[in-house]
């Protein structure tokens, strides 16, 4: 029996020593085609998210968080101001203490082939993981927004002595369609594994739901590269862990799942905030969300913060108290750099650097970062992508059908405005 399992199981130096023992894997190379032109000029991770964030801000806390401090983010489309967040803002990691975010690009190490899958993905660093020297292997998606203790979920894995274990939630039935869907035992054990299925499985004791994988998953470490090295040379493989890899070895090695609800940070009543910002909708929704005076995501957790790379902005600034001509802002997140001159922001996130000139109307806005919005503008129901200029008087998300002649309309009625749609051909890092 290894040293980790000769400890207290139930104490705070068994997960600490579980963390020390880990070296984390983001998955941040796709490119969310989902959130259409919003991802034309960047990845889905590096996308910005709440004011003054980025998608992977969230895991990138969660693992620092939790004292996982060896941390890999494996890069492949459009990963320029992906790498930039990073190597700006995830620099105050010591190597002296084998501390470290390290971006491993798409480079070709073992093959020819670029990322063909989520294993294949791990399987072409194998060489960078093994000299870590990790007892556990975390593997993460670079794409999603919640707060999770990781350690809880290695404590779940030794207590098991399990091969892999699995994070999961309880999703809608009809959502799951989108999962992978685990079948567990009474302890909890992944018998049976089906990838995005037609006809998802219910839980047994709910029916209107299914147990979701949430793409989180621990190996121990010397398995993970056993079965990484066994897909990579069967030819009717994917690559990937949700279509190839769990389904085999469920038949034949101990497969635990882990319920999210067990170790999601500030979830109250069995409650839990996990989101998936994959469409435009769910991208608005999910920011609108943290408008309201109590949102479900507390970004003003001090005991769990989110790190993130942020310029150096003076203080956001709002100008003119004159009949008509009042700058104001409610019910809204205004980031520093910001100058509202003698306009209402309501129901609306602003992002670093933006200037909205006097007398426009803006209701339920994200606003991404150094945009400028020139006179008697109206803007309803909207995300304006990173540097667009709005013209003076031009009206978005009033006219539906106006504005899908210019620009992209959810099927919600989100307006997507990018600045190649406005005819502003702006080639940048964003």
Known sequence: MSTNRQIDQHSDRFISTLTKNTVAIILAGGRGSRLKSLTDWRAKPAVQFGGKFRIIDFPLSNCVNSGIRRINVA????????????????????GEFNEYVNIIPAQQRISEDWYRGTADA??????????????????????????????????????????????????????????????????????????????????????AKAFASMGIYVFNAKFLYEQLIRDAGDSKSTHDFGGDIIPYIIKKYKVQAHRFTDSCVGAKNENFYWRDVGTI?????????????????????????????????????????????????TDSLVSGGCLISGSCVTNSVLFSDVRVHSYCDIQGAVILPKVTVNRNVVLKNVVIDRGCIIPEGMQIGVDLALDAKRFYVSEKGIVLVTPDMLGQDLYRVV
Not at 75 to 94: E, N
Not at 291 to 305: A, F, G, H, Q, S
């Open 75 to 94: 890069t492949q489309y459009k990963a320029q101001s992906l790498i930039q967040h990073i190597q700006r803002g995830w620099g105050f990691l010591r």
């Open 122 to 207: 791990v399987y072409q660093n194998i060489d960078l993981l093994r000299e870590g020297g990790a007892e556990y292997i975390l593997i993460l998606a670079g794409d999603h927004i919640y707060k999770m203790d990781y350690g809880k979920m290695l404590a779940t894995h030794v207590r098991n002595n399990a091969d892999m274990t699995v994070a999961c939630i309880n999703v809608p039935l009809e959502d799951a369609k989108g999962f992978g869907v685990l079948a567990v035992n009474e302890t909890d054990r992944v018998v049976e594994f089906a990838e995005k299925p037609a006809n998802p499985k219910p839980m047994p004791d709910d029916p």
């Open 281 to 329: 909708d769910a991208y608005w929704e999910a920011n609108m969300e943290l408008t309201k005076v109590i949102p479900e995501l507390n970004l003003y957790d001090r005991e769990w913060p989110i790190w993130t790379y942020q310029e150096q902005l003076p203080p956001a600034k709002f100008v003119f108290n004159d009949e008509g001509r009042t700058g104001k802002a």
